[in-house]
């Protein structure tokens, strides 16, 4: 009779042991399938629907250059940015506004458009 509680026992271990490695198993492989990113749609795709090749065309024009603030390179990527927006029929309204920045070793702060 000892023996067969000890049987019961080392079986309930087992499968304990067994359901917490299918467990883990089961965690990293959907874990797995929901990282991956779904595949990109080409510029064959609709308009009206989302492209990465599309984007990805867009991307080459804004992110030549660093384009920090008050850099000719941010005028460049504004203006590509506006222009894009134009082109697809949409109202653009471009505001300025006044700012402070820092300039590494200044005791004052710059002051674009005050």
């Known amino acids: 009779m000892h023996s067969n509680s000890m049987n019961q026992s080392l079986f309930r271990r087992f499968t304990g042991v067994i359901s917490v490695f299918l467990f883990i198993g089961i965690l990293v492989i959907s874990s797995l399938w929901f990282e991956n990113p779904p595949k990109g749609k080409g ?5 009206t629907s989302f492209s990465s090749d599309r984007a990805f065309v867009h991307l ?4 030549v250059e660093p384009h920090s ?3 000719p390179e941010l005028e460049k990527v504004r203006t590509y940015i ?7 029929g949409l109202g653009v309204e471009v505001e300025s506004y006044p700012f402070k920045y820092w300039i590494h070793g200044s ?3 710059e002051c674009q458009g005050c």
């Open 107 to 109: 005791e004052q702060p």
């Open 82 to 88: 506006v222009d894009q927006f134009k082109s697809l």
């Open 43 to 47: 510029t064959g795709t609709p308009e």
């Open 69 to 71: 603030i008050s850099s």
């Open 60 to 63: 080459t024009h804004i992110a």
